[in-house]
Nanobody, 125 residues
Framework: QVQLVESGGGLVQAGGSLRLSCAAS????????MAWFRQVPGKEREFVAS????????YRADSVKDRATISRDNDKNTLYLQMDLLKPEDTAVYYC??????????????????WGQGTQVTVSS
């Protein structure tokens, strides 16, 4: 069992940056593949980025590939998402998620067992 708490969201102007954090409880964090997803009202949850347990593999969606960096600190039980050159279309609630059975990265939300409550990111034009 792991609990996830996101932070770092807020209101930012287009072109700005944000660093989202996801604090995890429990020692199993270091064994889980982790990911960030985002969702806007009326739309399906969208994959943003994923990283495996040892930070050996990571993958970012094409929509953020050149502007986002996913990383983790297993000693601090924390997942990060650095977003630069933010666009209004990045506005969404951002969720972190943990997959206990993933052997590597995954873009499929149904594979993730644990989810945080989300943090709102709003990018103004």
């Amino acid at each position: 069992q792991v609990q996830l708490v996101e932070s770092g969201g807020g209101l930012v102007q287009a072109g700005g940056s944000l660093r989202l954090s996801c604090a995890a409880s429990g020692r199993a964090f270091r064994d889980y593949t982790m990911a960030w997803f985002r969702q806007v009202p009326g739309k399906e949850r969208e994959f943003v980025a994923s990283i495996d347990s040892g930070s050996n593999n990571e993958y970012r969606a094409d929509s953020v590939k050149d502007r986002a960096t996913i990383s983790r600190d297993n000693d601090k039980n924390t997942l990060y998402l650095q977003m630069d050159l933010l666009k209004p279309e990045d506005t969404a609630v951002y969720y972190c998620a943990a997959c206990s059975l993933c052997m590597t990265i995954s873009i499929e939300p149904r594979r993730y067992d644990y989810w945080g409550q989300g943090t709102q990111v709003t990018v103004s034009s």
